[in-house]
């Protein structure tokens, strides 16, 4: 059964620091991982998708690497924002059955000004 | 400019009770979503939809049922509901298999509470 995880479970950084999200994930055969955002109250919106081909995408002030042999990916925001605080989750698209994603708890990031 | 809309948005039930929520895309996507958000659980998927008159169980479909009957749409239901499916629920939709296209679209939520 595949099993994602993601620490921490909150980050609290100054605004302007470059900062990394781990995301972890058990069964390594998967189609794709997705990074997503989820601001309080809102749903979630899709930042980046890196299929299982892939080692890294790239989005502005974002980028997201992939290592499928290790089980683990990275989303790293460059000069970070006050208006990037959010929580930011990871979901991954596991291979077989009913193709399901299944999603990290998420990592609560806070900047502050 | 819609995108996936829930309604409602928020719901207070008594135990037993019974509703429906509903999700419309407007982007002509082939695949539905119904997802729950739980504090410390993450989301989990409940039931999909590969197309207009099609549904399949995800990870937790126990208490629910759902229907596809037009392309745009699809009903979350809850026949007897338990305080046990107090949740935020979260309706998504992809136009084609996530494994091509990967990208999913989400709704706003739609919050549950049942006493």
């Known amino acids: 059964k595949q099993e994602v995880t993601q620490i921490p479970a909150a980050l609290s950084v100054p605004e302007g620091e470059n900062l990394v999200l781990n995301c972890s994930f058990t069964d390594s055969a998967i189609y794709n991982l997705q990074w997503f955002r989820q601001d309080p109250g809102k749903g979630l919106t899709s930042l980046l998708l890196i299929q299982s081909s892939q080692r890294e995408q790239t989005s502005g002030r974002l980028n997201a690497s992939l290592d499928k042999s290790s089980g683990r990916s990275t989303l790293y925001i460059a000069a970070s924002q006050p208006g990037d605080s959010a929580t930011y989750l990871c979901?991954?698209?596991?291979?077989?059955?009913?193709?399901?994603?299944?999603f990290g708890k998420g990592t609560k990031l806070t900047v502050n000004p | 400019n819609a995108g996936v809309t829930q309604t409602p948005k928020f719901r207070v039930l008594k135990t037993g009770q019974s509703m429906t929520l509903l999700c419309a895309q407007d982007?002509?996507?082939?695949?539905m979503y119904w997802y729950r958000q739980d504090p410390g659980m993450g989301l989990r998927l409940i039931h999909y939809?590969?197309?207009?008159?099609?549904?399949a169980k995800g990870e937790v479909p126990d208490g629910y049922n759902v229907s596809r009957l037009k392309k745009q749409n699809f009903l979350l239901g809850l026949e007897s509901a338990a305080p046990s499916q107090t949740s935020v629920y979260f309706c998504?939709?992809?136009?084609?298999?996530?494994?091509?296209?990967?990208?999913?679209?989400f709704g706003e939520g739609s919050r549950l509470t049942v006493l």
């Open positions: 982007m002509n996507h082939e695949y």
């Open positions: 979901a991954v698209l596991t291979q077989g059955g009913s193709e399901k994603l299944v």
């Open positions: 998504a939709s992809s136009y084609w298999r996530q494994a091509i296209t990967g990208e999913l679209f």
């Open positions: 939809s590969v197309g207009e008159g099609t549904t």
